[in-house]
C-alpha cells in the first residue's frame, strides 16, 4: 500500500511513501501465515456482488470522490473501475497543474511511488522461476555488509519481515533529503543511512514495512540479472505485460503530459511543487512513473501471476498478518478487505492498483498530492470512497497514520501502498496513508 506509515515509524518507499502500508507491526508467528491465504484472496469460483456500472453508479461516485476532493483539498484524481459485464467507469477531476489551471486528465503519467515495488518484487520471483535464486537464499550471498545478512532470507525482505532499520526513518537521510530534494541517491547510500541502526527484531519475527528490504531485493535482481534493475525490469515485466507508458527513470526524468504533484515534506512545512524531484531516494522501492491505462492492465497481470508459474505466485499470495484485521502483506503485494495489490507515495503524488478477485475487478486511483488528511493518505480516501459505493462488503480502509509532533523531523508514509517518500512532519496537515 504506501502502505503508509510516518518516516520516524517506518515508512516505506512511500519516504512509503514510495508504497504506503502504514501497519502496525504483528507478532502473530511465521507459521500463522498459510492459515490466511485461503480467506483473504478468495478464489475465482468465488463471486462478488459487484454492480453494473452505469450511469446512476457512476453519479455516485461522481459525487463521492469530488466529497473527498472537497473536504481533504485535493488538486486532482484520476480514476479506473472496471469488472468483466459490467462496464467500465474512467474519469478525471480537478487539476494537474494549480499554475495554469490544466485539468487533470487521464491519459497524465504520475509517479507511483511504492508501486514499484510490486515490479521489484515480480522480477525476482521471475530469476525463483528461472531457478537463478531461491527465496529462502540468505542476502548475504548476494549482497555483503548486510546486519543479520546470514540469516535475512529473500522472502524475509519482500515480505517486509526482515528486521532491518527503515533507511526512510533515518535523521541523516531526513536532513540531506529536505535540503537538495533533487539531489540523487545511489542504492548504497540508502543502504548506508539503514545499516548504521541497530536490527529491529529477528527475521520472520514479525512484519514492518520497510523500504531498505526492496532496495537490497533490486541489487539481488541486478547480480543475478545481469543488467542495470530499470533495464531488467523493463524488459521482463513491463514489455511482457504489454505496459507501454511505465518508466523505471534513472534519474528525474518525467515524460510528459505529466500531472504536477504537491507536497509538505518540505523544509519549512509550507506547501510545494515536487514534480521535479529526484525520486532516486526511492530507486526499487518507489521511483516508477505510469498512468492509468497501464496500472489497469498491471492490477490484474501481478494480482493472477501472468508473469510468473503457478507454484511462484501462489508463495507470493501467502499473505502473512500485518496486525491489521482484514489485511495481510505477501511477497511485495498487500490485501486489504479482499483486494489485493498495492499502494504507492512519495512527495507530491499517490497511487493505489488493486484487483477483486472475486469479481476480477480492477480498481485504480491516482491523485497530484500526498497529503493527509486526518492522518489518512489521499489515496486511500478516494478508494475507501469508491469501494463504499460499490463493493460495501469489500471496503478499502486503512486506518490514519499517526503524525510527527515534531516539524523538523518529517515523517512518511508507508503503503501497502507504497512507498518511499517522507512525509508530511505538521500535525496539521493534510495526507496520505498506507505501502506507500
Not at 92 to 119: N, W
Not at 151 to 165: D, K, V, W, Y
Not at 243 to 250: D, G, Y
Request: proline residues 10%; neutral net charge; charged residues 15%.
Amino acid at each position: 500500500m504506501r502502505w503508509s506509515r510516518a518516516l520516524r515509524r517506518g515508512t516505506c518507499a512511500g519516504l512509503a511513501m514510495a508504497g504506503l502500508l502504514a501497519f502496525p507491526a504483528s507478532t502473530a508467528p511465521a507459521g500463522a501465515i498459510p492459515a490466511l491465504v485461503t480467506a483473504m484472496v478468495p478464489g475465482p469460483s468465488q463471486r462478488a456482488d459487484f454492480p453494473e456500472l452505469t450511469p446512476a453508479v457512476a453519479a455516485r461516485l461522481d459525487t463521492a470522490i469530488r466529497q473527498v476532493m472537497r473536504e481533504a483539498g485535493v488538486p486532482g484524481v484520476i480514476v479506473g473501475l472496471s469488472a468483466p459485464g459490467k462496464g467500465s467507469y474512467v474519469r478525471a477531476f480537478g487539476v494537474a497543474d494549480k499554475a495554469s489551471g490544466a485539468a487533470m486528465s487521464p491519459g497524465l503519467y504520475m509517479r507511483i511511488g511504492s508501486e514499484t515495488k510490486t515490479f521489484t518484487v515480480t522480477a525476482l520471483l521471475q530469476l525463483v522461476d528461472r531457478g537463478k535464486l531461491g527465496l529462502d537464499d540468505p542476502i548475504a550471498r548476494y549482497v555483503d555488509g548486510v546486519p543479520n545478512g546470514d540469516r535475512i532470507t529473500l522472502r524475509h525482505l519482500a515480505g517486509m519481515r526482515s528486521g532491518l532499520f527503515n533507511y526512510t526513518e533515518d535523521d541523516a537521510f531526513v536532513k540531506a533529503f529536505l535540503a537538495d530534494p533533487e539531489r540523487p541517491f545511489t542504492p548504497r547510500q540508502l543502504l548506508a543511512y539503514s545499516f548504521k541502526h541497530p536490527v529491529q527484531f529477528q527475521p520472520g519475527e514479525t512484519f514492518a514495512y520497510c523500504n531498505t528490504n526492496t532496495i537490497l531485493l533490486g541489487l539481488v535482481v541486478e547480480k543475478i540479472g545481469g543488467r542495470p534493475l530499470p533495464e531488467f525490469v523493463e524488459k521482463n515485466v513491463v514489455a511482457p505485460a504489454g505496459l507501454r507508458h511505465t518508466v523505471f527513470p534513472s534519474g528525474a526524468a518525467f515524460p510528459n503530459p505529466h500531472a504536477h504533484g504537491y507536497t509538505r515534506q518540505t523544509a519549512s512545512g509550507e506547501v510545494e511543487d515536487a514534480t521535479d524531484w529526484n525520486p532516486s531516494w526511492g530507486w526499487a522501492a518507489g521511483a516508477m512513473i505510469s498512468d492509468l491505462p497501464d496500472l489497469r492492465t498491471w492490477a490484474r497481470v501481478v494480482a493472477t501471476g501472468t508473469l510468473l508459474t503457478p507454484k511462484t505466485q501462489a508463495e507470493r499470495l501467502a499473505m502473512g498478518p500485518t496486525g491489521i484485521p482484514g489485511t495481510g502483506y505477501g511477497l511485495g503485494i498487500f490485501t486489504v478487505h479482499g483486494w489485493v495489490g498495492h499502494n504507492g507515495s512519495l512527495p507530491g503524488y499517490e497511487s493505489l492498483t488493486i484487483y477483486l478477485p472475486e469479481a476480477r475487478a480492477t480498481l485504480v486511483a491516482l491523485v497530484n498530492t500526498d497529503i493527509r488528511y486526518e492522518g489518512v493518505a489521499p489515496g486511500t480516501l478516494v478508494g475507501q470512497a469508491v469501494t463504499r459505493v460499490v463493493t460495501p462488503d469489500h471496503e478499502f480502509v486503512l486506518p490514519a497514520s499517526p503524525a510527527s509532533p515534531a516539524p523538523a523531523s518529517p515523517t512518511t508514509p508507508v503503503s501497502p501502498t507504497t512507498s518511499a517518500s517522507p512525509a508530511s512532519p505538521r500535525p496539521s496537515a493534510p495526507a496520505t496513508g498506507h505501502g506507500d
